[in-house]
């Protein structure tokens, strides 16, 4: 009778096999997507994640109002205007960025540029130039 000795692993048998490198990589991918969701879904509903330059929670807001939705849709923009006013969209906005723009007047044109640029609104106070930016009326503009 022969006795058998038991096989021991060489480096070379511990080594994956091939077909479960794609698996482990899955999984691993799986894991890192998830990751980054969650982390993008918690910046979005914490009011962190910017869209278009507008805080996300504003945007949830926004998204949740029908008459606001109806009215951008419908390409009504004193509507939305004014629908955005009553929300307090535009405090809300300058709230968020007043530590980034303490100069009140630039603050306001930002501001007013961000919901330019979404809504194509123009503010009362603002003309656009050429180049699709909102400036100050000078004072012979305001009172013709």
Do not use: C
Not at 43 to 65: A, N
Not at 116 to 135: D, F, H
């Amino acid at each position: 009778m022969v006795k058998r000795v038991p096989h021991r692993q060489s480096a070379s048998d511990r080594t994956p096999h091939p077909a479960s490198i794609p698996a482990t990589l899955r999984r691993v991918l799986g894991i890192l997507v998830g990751a980054i969701v969650g982390i993008l879904t918690l910046l979005f509903f914490s009011g962190h994640l910017l869209i278009g330059g507008v805080p996300s929670s504003i945007v949830l807001e926004f998204l949740q109002d029908q008459p606001a939705w109806t009215a951008y849709w419908q390409g009504d923009r004193q509507a939305l205007h004014d629908r955005l006013s009553e929300l307090g969209v535009e405090e809300q906005i300058k709230a968020y960025y007043r530590p980034q723009i303490p100069d009140e007047v630039k603050l306001d044109q930002h501001i007013h540029q961000l919901l330019y640029l979404r809504t194509g609104y123009v503010g009362e106070a603002y003309r656009v130039t050429e180049q699709g930016l909102l400036v100050l009326k000078s004072s012979s503009e305001k009172n013709p």
